[in-house]
């Protein structure tokens, strides 16, 4: 394993990061212990930002603090991803319908096709960190425009979730590619205003989460699950509930 080195500013969003990555890639496994103190070695910088980044990773799900060993790194069955998958849809279906078409949509319409096109360009490139990176300044960013600080926070952290261990297997499929291009339909979708059609496009995606989110030995086991979001706002009260109105 090549050597890594923290800089000495914001050790512990760096540091996080670098877990994180160790996540993504598979170096860090499911079910295995790692110690702060051997990690913080490793890197170059003190324990405290190490266990801080850790215990961060213990608040989102990712890993387990075990008394006088160190942090576990938890795995997550077919059915942790299917119960995410089912409160992204209640939640993300919803809010992306209701932003078709508002207004704050072409105030920052420059940003987010730069995000689309930068997450294009790191699934060209098989870069799976900054795909993953730009895929979630994107969907986080369409949900800042509902003005809803809990949503954003909710998302963010199913997010982390589901998106940690053994994800490397995505860079031989196609699948980013193929989700990146979604990304630009949907942005396409919510300028025109179609509610319909981004209603349609939001659930497609987030199917991802069961078909394709997984290490590559369990993602033929999982087993997709209906969840049935209603496409008309006058259905159900969940939407009025959920979010508040949109913010510039």
């Known amino acids: ?82 119960d995410v998958h089912d409160l992204r849809l209640l939640v993300e279906v919803p809010a992306m319908e209701r932003l078709a078409g508002h207004p704050a949509l072409r105030y920052r319409e420059q940003e987010l096709r730069a995000i689309v096109a930068e997450n294009i360009a790191a699934a060209a490139n098989s870069d799976l960190i900054s795909y993953l990176d730009s895929d979630m300044r994107f969907h986080l960013s369409l949900l800042e425009l509902c003005g809803n600080d809990r949503l954003s926070a909710l998302v963010a952290s199913l997010r982390d979730q589901t998106r940690r261990v053994g994800l490397i297997h995505l860079l031989d499929d196609g699948t980013l590619l193929r989700t990146a291009g979604e990304h630009e339909v949907l942005l396409e979708s919510l300028l025109a205003g179609d509610g319909s059609r981004v209603h349609e496009l939001t659930v497609s995606h987030l199917s991802h989460i069961n078909r394709d989110w997984g290490p590559a030995d369990d993602s033929a086991t999982a087993q997709p699950q209906t969840v049935r979001v209603p496409a008309d706002p006058t259905v159900t009260a969940t939407k009025k509930i959920l979010l508040t109105p949109f913010a510039m």
Do not use: C, W
């Open 1 to 82: 394993m090549a050597e890594i080195k923290v800089a000495r500013l914001s050790l512990r969003d760096q540091v996080l990061a670098v877990l994180r990555k160790r996540l993504v890639t598979g170096e860090l496994q499911p079910g295995s212990l790692y110690s702060a103190s051997a990690i913080s070695s490793e890197l170059g910088v003190s324990t405290s930002p190490v266990r801080e980044a850790m215990i961060t990773l213990v608040h989102q799900g990712v890993l387990e603090a075990v008394r006088n060993r160190g942090f576990r790194v938890l795995p997550m069955s077919n059915q942790d991803r299917r």
